[in-house]
């Protein structure tokens, strides 16, 4: 366990529906990124939240939307999914900006859009 | 062209046998970083290196700042080696990770 929890761990679903994946930081850690996987991309960043407050946007849909909530877990919503979607998501997090302190990663939620 | 290189793509080798992986990048960064993904997907951060060496167990890392340039040595292989390595950095003051495109390694008995 690397102290990172997502969930689901696999989630099917059918075009144009909405999900939303949780992840929950290693204690302690105030940052939380999330990273799309796909075959044809492989990993790219999507956003990243620091105590609350996003920090940084990557190549998020605007589909896409996450939060962070005051317990610090962390939200991605994924709406309107289209076949394209389909792809490993993760999440990390670490215990400032992440330079100096490394990253931990969860196991991953696989979306498949059918 | 990406800003993160990694050589080679996929690489097979025998138990025992000392493996090498290149990572190379373009950019200015603050922190390069060495992942593991095994099948079935997750992702286990292996070394955070800004310069110098670093070793854990069978596997050295090193870093050279100069010339852009990352290795990820692993010493006398074995099957369970066997994953994608992922070389990763963080460029200038972000955090963010900026990913390799992953060296698929398989290590036969």
């Known amino acids: 366990d690397s102290g990172v929890t997502q969930t689901p761990k696999h989630l099917i679903t059918a075009t144009g529906q909405r999900v939303t994946l949780r992840c929950s930081p290693r204690?302690?850690?105030?940052?939380v990124y999330w990273y799309q996987q796909s075959l044809d991309q492989g990993l790219q960043f999507l956003i990243q939240?620091?105590?609350?407050?996003?920090?940084a946007k990557g190549n998020i849909l605007e589909r896409f939307s996450a939060q962070q909530f005051p317990d610090l877990h962390s939200e991605l919503n994924l709406s309107s999914l289209e076949l394209g979607d389909s792809a490993l998501y993760f999440c990390?997090?670490?215990?400032?900006?992440?330079?100096?302190?490394?990253?931990?990663f969860g196991s991953g939620t696989r979306l498949t859009v059918v | 062209k990406n800003e993160v290189e990694q050589s080679p793509q996929n690489l097979t080798a025998q138990e025992g046998e000392f493996i090498t992986i290149n990572c190379s990048y373009s950019?200015?960064?603050?922190?390069l970083h060495w992942l593991q993904q095994h099948p079935g997907g997750g992702i286990v951060s292996l070394f955070m290196l800004s310069s110098g060496k670093k070793k854990h167990g069978r596997l050295i890392a090193t870093i050279n700042i100069q010339e852009k340039h990352s290795s990820l040595h692993i010493t006398a292989s074995h099957p369970r080696d066997s994953a994608v390595y992922i070389c990763?950095?963080?460029?200038?003051?972000?955090?963010?990770?900026?990913f390799g495109t992953g060296t698929r390694l398989q290590v036969t008995l």
């Open positions: 939240y620091y105590n609350g407050e996003e920090r």
């Open positions: 950019v200015g960064i603050s922190a």
């Open positions: 990763a950095v963080s460029i200038g003051t972000a955090s963010k990770l900026t």
């Open positions: 990390a997090s670490s215990a400032i900006g992440g330079i100096n302190y490394g990253y931990t």
């Open positions: 204690s302690g850690d105030l940052s």
